[in-house]
């Protein structure tokens, strides 16, 4: 997914860099920092996960389920058989009941809700979409889902469920504090889940508008095997994390020259004026040390990109026809690669997925360029869905494969230009050195509904 790092956050907030508090509680013992080693980013927030023998995913066609409520199925592609399925192993199953190990009850899958695959484990992260940290949000008049200033946002607590890779022995093995709000990245090491909590609170602006502020932002660890969870530190609320290794976690600050006002925050043109003399910090914060450390900073005049793969960070700037890397450990930099389409797509084991900036915001380019790690040579994919304008879609990684949806099964709407109506997608496996080199060898996946998902 492509990450710009110029964004539309209309009220961020100028803070100091990153920070462990030394007043971090801890609600199982001592020493948590110091146990976070070999961090490593899950998820970002999607309803779709892999393991090494499949890709699992939640269809997006709710259904009526028997216990007179809605719900959503889990779906399962299997690698071996390049079959999809529902995720369920009882026989004659109609996957209409949420005692279906596929379904999920629309109550379980908040709008915040992802899926990750992790040790073994299939977990449903299940929670409420972050509004925190410095967004607005608009409303219609009276639809306003805070009935006073100051009120949390979350209604319900947040919670981790854990199964089988087959869906069996589904529990909720966890629920967080109720009142706080968590946000969508999470992070593993060893027996350790850890998860950004923090507090969300709104301020009307006017009769349309509510401000959501959040405070009391931490990093929190979760043991799996007792279930116990501490906190490992305070967090600054301004502070994009971006990834992690050993007991570090990589994020980016947007540094203005000014304390913002709340009339410049609130106006969008006073913002984006603002915005285009400010600059992006990228750092890395040390977890047992407390201490952040500046690696490099861009000016915002132009959009950045980034990605992170293991101790290394990639930067591109529009324009700039670069992609810089950095060693998160060593602190150099030198240039990666050169190429006009530098657009930082996504890092994969051995790869890193490049496109097209595009004029004007219109991209007319959808084919992908993978610049190898280890060397940084270039191979220039031009391979693109074929029904419709689009990019093809990484979906899942394997040694040697990726899972990829390289089309739709889509027509050209006969009335509105330019749009297209989608029946399913297409899935298939590839070789990863055909992709890289445009050869349209797929494995094709024989899928049982429209591969479309949540």
Request: contains cysteine; aromatic residues 10%.
């Amino acid at each position: 997914m492509k990450k710009l790092v110029v964004t539309l956050c209309l009220l961020t907030v100028l803070l100091s860099f990153a920070g462990c508090g030394e007043n971090s509680s801890k609600q199982d013992g001592t020493g948590a920092a110091e146990k976070a080693k070999d961090l490593t980013m899950i998820t970002q927030g999607r309803l779709r996960c892999t393991s090494d023998q499949g890709y699992y995913y939640i269809g997006e066609d709710s259904i009526a389920l028997k216990e007179n409520t809605f719900g959503f199925r889990m779906m399962y592609v299997d690698y071996e058989t390049q079959k999809e399925i529902f995720l369920c192993n009882r026989p004659g199953c109609e996957h209409d009941s949420e005692e279906c190990p596929a379904v999920f009850s629309d109550t379980d899958l908040k709008m915040g809700s992802s899926l990750l695959f992790y040790n073994g484990y299939l977990y449903l992260f299940s929670h409420d979409q972050d509004l925190g940290g410095g967004s607005m949000t608009d409303h219609s008049a009276g639809s306003n889902p805070m009935e006073d200033d100051g009120a949390s946002f979350t209604a319900d607590s947040a919670c981790l469920y854990r199964m089988n890779p087959d869906g069996t022995d589904r529990k909720k093995v966890f629920t967080f504090d109720e009142g706080l709000s968590l946000e969508d990245q999470v992070f593993a090491s060893g027996d350790t889940l850890y998860f950004i909590t923090k507090k969300v609170t709104s301020e009307k602006v006017n009769n349309q508008t509510t401000y959501y502020a959040s405070s009391q932002r931490k990093l929190v660890a979760v043991n799996t095997e007792d279930w116990k969870s501490s906190t490992i530190c305070e967090l600054d609320t301004d502070v994009n994390v971006i990834g992690a290794f050993d007991n570090q976690l990589v994020f980016y600050q947007t540094i203005f020259d000014h304390k913002m006002s709340r009339e410049e925050m609130l106006d969008d043109n006073q913002y984006l004026d603002a915005l285009n003399k400010s600059y992006n910090s990228y750092g890395v914060l040390d977890l047992a040390e407390g201490k952040s450390e500046e690696v490099a900073k861009l000016s915002n005049k132009k959009i950045n990109t980034y990605a992170v793969k293991g101790k290394k960070l990639y930067l591109s700037t529009e324009g700039k026809g670069k992609i810089e890397e950095i060693d998160l450990v060593s602190k150099e930099k030198k240039t990666f690669a050169e190429t006009a389409d530098s657009c930082i797509d996504q890092a994969y084991d051995n790869v890193l997925s490049c496109s097209s900036w595009g004029k004007n915001g219109e991209i007319s380019d959808n084919s992908r360029l993978y610049i190898h790690l280890n060397d940084g040579s270039i191979e220039k994919s031009k391979m693109q869905m074929k029904s419709m304008e689009g990019a093809i879609e990484i979906l899942g990684e394997r040694k040697d494969q990726f899972l990829v949806l390289y089309d739709y099964d889509a027509k050209k709407d006969p009335v509105y230009e330019g749009q297209y109506n989608i029946n399913g997608a297409k899935y298939a496996l590839i070789n990863k050195e055909d992709l890289y080199k445009g050869n349209e060898n797929y494995h094709t996946i024989k899928l049982i509904s429209s591969g479309l998902g949540l």
